[in-house]
């Protein structure tokens, strides 16, 4: 039998999900100072025993696919509609260079070790098919409407995960002929009677899928002193003028106040609230109020201002952020804020949904001077710190 000692890997990053504005597909977002892709590449490019790699990039994500080709013995190329089809894509890129045996890797699990690589390599000197599984540790139930309706025996059940390794030519033949939609190569190796060896997998090697998922990566990176992984904290901040107008109330940070003028401006005129909102979309570079609610917009005229404040918070969240605190200043002759002070506080930590310790609502005149001085409106400032684990 003549065999190559060449182990091949694929790298499968064809996850969809990229919009203009929307949110990237997390093989592409940040861990910790590097892609997620990134890092789960270089754990295949820096292992010694592995050769020609094939990286299966989205269509849309093509453009990406020139920072990548430097490396030597990467192949990027085009993958399909499903995983399976991305995979074949990526075997195919790979069957000129007469491979033993081949890693399947999915770039959402970024902190595959080496040691894991070796051991899925070690099993396939003496398997056709090897891949890592971790046992079941928490009991397993099956539910019915939020009911336990039955418990699962757990022994003898794995948690699967990647890279799955196998004979390049048996399993090229066997995703050609496997019809369906499979959960992973192993399930495409066994439909062609390809036996599979469990090897120990880890806990570190977590499919990132949750905002949860990169706060426990970060961790493991932390633990490890690699890369940038400290905790990334941000500042924001928010300037925001409003005039006063003929009225008998104003909104400010929540709280309607009785007095003898009213704010004019766009939506409700919260200009407290507004400064606050301003603070969020500016510690995450994300623009400001007017970006996204422009106020050539007709809905948003008389709007409660806690709408542009949830937009902001929801932002901050989808993006794994969490606010420490914010101190807001409203600058003004009248009316007193003191007074109204901890319930706006109160107001704005209920819009965020936060403890009311983390929100400082204080105000300051001008000593009768300037604009505010002179009774022609209210201004206000606020800072926002926000940390992401
Ligand atoms: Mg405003």
């Not at 890592?132 to 540790?137: F, M, N, T």
């Not at 970060?218 to 002193?225: I, K, P, V």
């Not at 995450?284 to 809905?299: C, E, M, V, Y």
């Not at 109160?346 to 310790?357: F, K, T």
Request: hydrophobic share 45%; aromatic share 4%; proline share 6%.
């Amino acid at each position: 039998m003549n065999i190559s000692a060449e182990t091949g890997a694929i790298i499968v990053a064809a996850g969809k999900g990229r919009r203009v504005g929307g949110p990237l597909p997390k093989q592409w977002r940040d861990l910790a100072g590097r892609t997620v892709l990134a890092r789960a590449l270089d754990a295949f490019l820096e292992h010694p025993e592995i050769g020609p790699i094939a990286l299966v990039l989205a269509a849309e994500d093509m453009a990406m696919a020139p920072g990548y080709e430097g490396h030597g013995g990467l192949t990027v190329v085009e993958g399909g509609a499903s995983r399976a089809e991305s995979v074949r894509a990526g075997l195919l890129a790979l069957e000129g260079h007469a491979l033993r045996d081949v890693l399947i890797h999915d770039a959402a699990r970024p902190l595959v070790s080496a040691a894991l690589i070796s051991r899925v390599i070690a099993a396939l000197r003496e398997h056709e098919g090897a891949a890592p599984a971790v046992p079941l540790a928490d009991a397993l139930w099956r539910g019915e409407n939020g009911m336990v309706q039955e418990i699962v025996p757990r022994a003898g059940l794995y948690r699967a995960q990647t890279p799955q390794g196998f004979r390049f030519t048996p399993i090229l033949a066997a995703h050609g002929a496997f019809r369906g939609d499979p959960s992973d190569d192993v399930e495409v190796a066994r439909a062609a009677g390809i036996e599979v060896a469990i090897v120990p997998g880890e806990e570190r090697n977590l499919k990132i899928t949750t905002e949860e998922d990169f706060a426990r990566a970060r961790m493991f990176l932390a633990a490890d002193g690699k890369g940038d992984a400290q905790m990334d904290i941000r500042i924001g901040n928010g300037f925001d003028v409003h005039a006063f107008a003929e009225g008998d109330s104003l909104t400010l940070c929540g709280v309607r106040i009785p007095h003898d003028r009213a704010l004019s401006g766009h939506s409700d005129a919260d200009v407290g609230m507004h400064a606050l909102t301003d603070a969020i979309y500016g510690a995450l570079a994300d623009g400001d109020i007017g970006r996204h609610f422009p106020p050539s917009d007709p809905q948003w005229k008389g709007a409660d201002s806690a709408i542009l404040l949830e937009h902001a918070c929801s932002r901050m969240r989808a993006r794994g952020y969490a606010l420490a605190n914010a101190d807001i200043t409203l600058i003004c002759e009248a009316p007193k804020i003191g007074p109204h002070a901890d319930a706006m506080a109160a107001r704005l930590a209920g819009i965020m949904d936060l403890p009311p310790g983390k929100i400082s609502v204080k105000a300051t005149t001008t000593e009768k001077l300037g604009f505010a001085g002179r009774n022609e409106g209210i201004a206000a400032l606020a800072v926002v710190q926000l940390v992401r684990p």
